[in-house]
């Protein structure tokens, strides 16, 4: 008999989040918890208490760089506790079932693919755009299992250091940790801006999505931050457009809530610089599934993985 449904689980730098998904795609019974706190023993007692007969499998995307051999986390920046951790033997002894796990965007882009966005397209890039910057690509159909850091192409060959040790990188100077960069050394200089009055005047707890009100309202601090932020996005786009000329682009992740005027300016960058033919034929789209997309795409990778074998 076949089993209908899977454990979903989305490791991410900020939450765990674990819940039951079915062969259909619905989303029942969730948990959440914090990835900071015991997240070995959360992880085990989530899987536990949403375990029944049901169950085919359980598949997770995880926040990092993975060695495919040893199905482990290499490198995670945001979550360094399951770095080498063998999270898939240890899940497989206390379930029985079979486990499968993949980098988080990419699950998130095989999520778009089988009920999101990219459900009209068998050629698509998924960007992600938060506090970082990840990127998954489907080729044919099909997840392409590689370690797409779209965040770290480098965009200015002088640039600023990243995290990652490159000079440069998208993720430096679009994501959200570099628009609240842009943002906070303008205050430093004195930039005037309604920004000012935001946590009573302290600039150093602003958010991305105080400097989007700000924008919306008007503030030209804001609205120039944004437009920086997404012009250096615009170049990112542009390159995945020449080099994979796909369908579609989707966006998923934070960030896009700023649409109007950071993906506008992408958008508008990317059609100046990306090979005219091939950025005519693409389609620049917001994810459909949003924070659903890592939970469903984890689920589909049980149930492909199922029926493949």
């Known amino acids: 008999m076949k089993k209908e449904q899977a454990i979903a689980i989305d490791l991410g730098g900020t939450n765990l989040r674990v819940a039951l998904v079915t062969r259909e795609g619905g989303i029942g019974q969730r948990i959440k918890v914090p990835s900071q706190e015991r997240l070995d023993e959360a992880l085990l007692g989530a899987v536990k208490e949403l375990l029944n007969d049901g169950v ?13 051999e040893r199905t482990a986390v290499e490198v995670s920046p945001n979550i360094p506790a399951i770095e080498g ?8 002894d206390k379930s029985g079932l ?24 068998r050629n698509f890039v998924l960007f992600t755009l938060g506090t970082g910057i990840g ?18 192409m480098s965009i200015i060959a ?24 842009f943002a906070v050394t303008a205050l430093e200089h004195d930039a005037e801006s309604v920004l000012r009055n935001f946590h009573q005047g302290n600039i150093y707890k602003l958010t991305p999505e105080d400097i989007y009100t700000a924008a919306l309202d008007g503030d030209i601090l804001s609205r120039d931050v944004l437009r920086e932020a997404g012009r250096y996005l615009g170049v990112g786009l542009a390159n995945i457009i020449n080099i994979c000329s796909p369908e579609a682009v989707i ?38 599934l949003g924070d659903n997309a890592g939970i469903v795409g984890a689920a589909c990778l049980v149930f492909r993985n199922a029926e493949a074998g």
């Open 56 to 68: 085919a499998g359980i598949g997770i995307g995880v926040a990092g760089l993975l060695n495919r």
């Open 85 to 92: 951790a063998p999270l898939v033997e240890r899940l497989r």
């Open 98 to 121: 079979p486990v499968y796990i993949e980098n988080d965007a990419n699950v998130a882009a095989l999520g778009e693919s089988w009920l999101g966005a990219g459900r009209d397209f």
């Open 135 to 152: 990127g998954g690509i489907i080729h044919d159909g099909r997840l392409m299992k590689v370690e797409a850091e779209l965040g770290h």
């Open 158 to 181: 002088n640039g600023v250091k990243c995290s990652c040790g490159n000079y440069g990188c998208l993720e430096s100077y679009a994501a959200g940790k570099a628009i609240l960069g």
């Open 251 to 288: 966006l998923a992740g934070g960030l896009v809530g700023a649409w109007n005027i950071y993906i506008h300016e992408a958008i508008r960058e990317a059609s100046r610089r990306a090979f005219k033919q091939l950025f005519e034929k693409v389609k620049i789209i917001p994810s459909s």
